[in-house]
């Protein structure tokens, strides 16, 4: 079975500080999008970024950065200038394999943000 | 209003009851997909629909039915439910083209007794 690991179920940071939320993945496909998910409080699912695999550099949004090491099927968030409104759960998810319109959760890292 | 709509955002049921929960799509989005959120499980697929009558299962099918005979409506119904069915779900949809982006719908809360 595919799988998605976020191996720190909880993490903080301090506000205006930088923290990064790792996730590793498991696939034998060389051409695949990787993503990561905020949900806040609210419930509400917001995708934060993506990253296509065949591509070297990594995607940035904002204060959102990836760090992409494809042979180590590493898929890392790093948040800069932590925000208050950053404070949720963030998952990591990238398609099944043999069926690319399904995507693979891992189970979460819930991030909190201190004044 | 354009987006998902699930309904109803909150429900509490009985064990063995019959239970739908709907969703809405005011896109044309060819797939829909059925997930169930738990503490410590994250994100995992019940079932998924390529188009209109076109239904496949997903990682946790059993004890749930699903059908699409209309591209804008894809209804998840329990049709007996269980406490183990208590859970968080999240319908989404795919944009048709491009990268395999989600957009979901905002969850429907159930609370089996």
């Known amino acids: 079975a595919q799988t998605v690991t976020q191996s720190q179920p909880e993490m903080s940071v301090q506000e205006a500080e930088t923290v990064t939320l790792s996730c590793t993945y498991d696939?034998?496909?060389?051409?695949?999008?990787l993503f990561w998910y905020k949900q806040p409080p609210s419930r509400q699912m917001i995708l934060v970024i993506r990253?296509?695999?065949?591509?070297?550099q990594n995607a940035t949004e904002n204060r959102f950065s990836v760090n992409f090491q494809k042979a180590a099927k590493s898929f890392s968030l790093k948040i800069s200038d932590s925000q208050l409104g950053d404070a949720a759960m963030y998952f990591c998810a990238y398609p099944s394999q043999g069926g690319s319109e399904k995507l693979v959760f891992g189970k979460g890292t819930k991030l909190t943000v201190n004044p | 209003d354009a987006g998902i709509t699930q309904s109803p955002r909150y429900k509490i049921t009985e064990t063995g009851r019959q239970v739908t929960l709907m969703c809405h799509q005011t896109?044309?989005?060819?797939?829909m997909f059925w997930y169930r959120q738990d503490l410590g499980h994250g994100l995992r697929l019940i079932y998924y629909s390529a188009a209109a009558d076109i239904t496949d299962k997903g990682e946790v099918p059993d004890g749930y039915v699903v059908s699409r005979s209309k591209t804008e409506n894809f209804p998840l119904t329990l049709e007996s439910a269980t406490r183990s069915q208590t859970s968080v779900y999240f319908c989404a949809t795919k944009v048709n083209s491009g990268a395999n982006v989600l957009t979901f719908g905002a969850g429907s809360r159930l609370t089996v007794l």
């Open positions: 696939t034998s496909e060389s051409d695949y999008y």
């Open positions: 896109w044309s989005h060819s797939y």
């Open positions: 990253q296509e695999a065949y591509k070297q």
